[in-house]
């Protein structure tokens, strides 16, 4: 009786500090949140406007997918974040927001994106390619003031990770310049 209530209180405490990890944040983790999800909407939708087009370089339409592939689960998962956290999950749709008014670095104003999206070929890739550096250097930014400012584990973690791939990214999207 005696290791069973044992066995229930310890399992009672360990799922309680589970949960309570999960709503371990502060405004920083939040802001870096919000303001991460469109950014890498507008990312994702710079993929989705390469990958349209035809007479692409193969290497410039595999960098689009991987950036796709990976930032439409992290887009899914701090919307879950701040779903737990009780705050407001920002929009994603493109088209219902103003890029023009969104103050943050590496954003494409509205006519970068339609530029982007007017162009073929091998104009569409260079763009697509000078975009992308730029907003990624905009994120790297946004995740650098997450690990230096933010609390909860799992988003500081994201944060590294999106500083560690997409600076690889954009070395690679740099010497992809350099070729083109």
Not at 158 to 173: F, K, N
Request: net charge negative.
């Amino acid at each position: 009786m005696t290791r069973t209530l044992i066995t229930v209180a310890l399992t009672a405490t360990a799922l309680t500090l589970a949960a309570c990890g999960g709503d371990d944040h502060n405004d920083a983790d939040v802001t870096f949140a919000q303001e991460m999800i469109p950014h890498h909407a507008q990312a994702v939708q710079m993929s989705d406007m390469l990958l349209a087009k035809d007479d692409v370089d193969p290497e410039v339409v595999d960098l689009a997918e991987q950036i796709k592939d990976a930032q439409a689960p992290e887009i899914e998962t701090m919307s879950g974040w701040l779903e737990q956290w009780g705050e407001d999950v920002p929009a994603t749709d493109m088209g219902s927001m103003d890029m023009d008014s969104m103050n943050m670095d590496g954003m494409m104003s509205s006519g970068d994106m339609s530029a982007l999206d007017d162009a073929e070929s091998t104009d569409a890739a260079q763009l697509f390619l000078e975009g992308m550096t730029e907003h990624h250097q905009g994120a790297i930014e946004m995740a650098e003031q997450e690990v230096e400012d933010g609390e909860a584990p799992e988003a500081i973690d994201l944060a590294e990770t999106i500083i560690d791939s997409q600076q690889a990214e954009i070395d690679e999207m740099e010497l992809l310049v350099d070729q083109g």
